[in-house]
């Protein structure tokens, strides 16, 4: 495992989230750095526990490997983990990029945030920065990224249109998105790939290359730019009609 002596670097961007700086929100709920763009027609899972599974478990299981090998992550990337946790994947996408790489682990949680960041510090992953995101709102740096992972978090996602649309130039030239999820009801912590497909598309990325994994238990997804962005009032919402029609 790599490792190093010097002090690890974190940041954190202020984010607008309503319980803890009063973010005004509109009759329907939502944020008001959110209501230039559609809403979703879709219920959302509630937070969940920030450990989807023990890390032993899914160590044994070979999961972020598994994850990691069909990601084409190497070596000298720059990647960020969106809904890190507590650092599962975070830690092992450290040592996958080396020294040379960098991980920016990203989450809406203070609390989870701490947590993690004395992690990074007690096991001096010195490639790795913490950023504190939104729930409409990644807040990472424009033409930075090669990979963007978002694994078992898409379906907790409140304001999908918006934080995409604020995540498109995040990506580097090649940059992909990687989204790791279930075939499930959205408020069942899953989303059907079709629904998933439609809400990319619609932000103006294509789906490259899509896998079902039973020994993860979940399905692969690969996103990448294919056209110019919308604006906020061109993009349409997606509405699922039956698990394999979105209208």
Same mark, same amino acid.
């Given at each position: 495992m790599m490792k190093h002596s010097l002090s690890t670097f974190l940041f954190a961007a202020l984010f607008?989230?309503?319980?803890?700086?009063?973010?005004?929100?509109?009759?329907?709920?939502r944020i008001e750095t959110a209501r230039d763009f559609p809403k979703a027609f879709r219920?959302?899972?509630?937070?969940?526990?920030?450990?989807?599974?023990?890390?032993?478990?899914?160590?044994? +299981?070979g999961e972020a490997r598994t994850v990691? /090998?069909?990601? /084409?992550?190497?070596?000298? @990337?720059?990647?960020?983990?969106?809904? +890190?946790?507590?650092?599962?994947?975070?830690? #092992?996408?450290?040592?996958?990029?080396?020294?040379?790489?960098?991980?920016? +682990?990203?989450?809406?949680? #203070?609390?989870?945030?701490?947590?993690?960041?004395?992690?990074?510090?007690?096991?001096?992953?010195?490639?790795?920065?913490?950023?504190?995101?939104?729930? /409409? /709102?990644?807040?990472? %740096?424009?033409?930075?990224?090669?990979?963007?992972? @978002?694994?078992?978090?898409?379906?907790?996602?409140?304001? %999908?249109?918006?934080l995409l649309w604020r995540l498109y130039p995040a990506l580097r030239k090649g940059g992909q998105v990687i989204v790791v999820d279930r075939d499930l009801p959205t408020d069942q912590h899953g989303i059907p790939p079709v629904l998933l497909f439609c809400e990319f598309e619609a932000l103006g990325f294509r789906l490259m290359e899509f896998a079902e994994t039973p020994d993860v238990g979940a399905y692969f997804a690969r996103f990448e730019r294919s056209k110019a962005r919308p604006s906020p009032k061109d993009i349409k919402s997606c509405a699922i009609k039956n698990k394999n029609e979105v209208n």
């Open positions: 607008c989230a309503p319980l803890l700086n009063g973010c005004s929100k509109n009759d329907e709920g219920p959302v899972s509630p937070a969940g526990s920030t450990e989807f599974s023990t890390e032993a478990a899914r160590e044994e +299981a990691m /090998d069909w990601a /084409d992550i190497k070596a000298g @990337m720059t990647v960020s983990d969106i809904g +890190a946790g507590e650092g599962y994947y975070t830690v #092992r996408l450290a040592e996958r990029v080396g020294a040379k790489g960098r991980v920016v +682990a990203q989450d809406i949680s #203070r609390d989870t945030l701490k947590r993690l960041g004395d992690r990074i510090t007690r096991e001096r992953w010195d490639n790795v920065s913490i950023s504190e995101g939104a729930i /409409d /709102d990644p807040k990472l %740096p424009a033409n930075s990224f090669d990979r963007v992972l @978002m694994v078992h978090m898409y379906h907790e996602v409140e304001e %999908p249109y918006a």
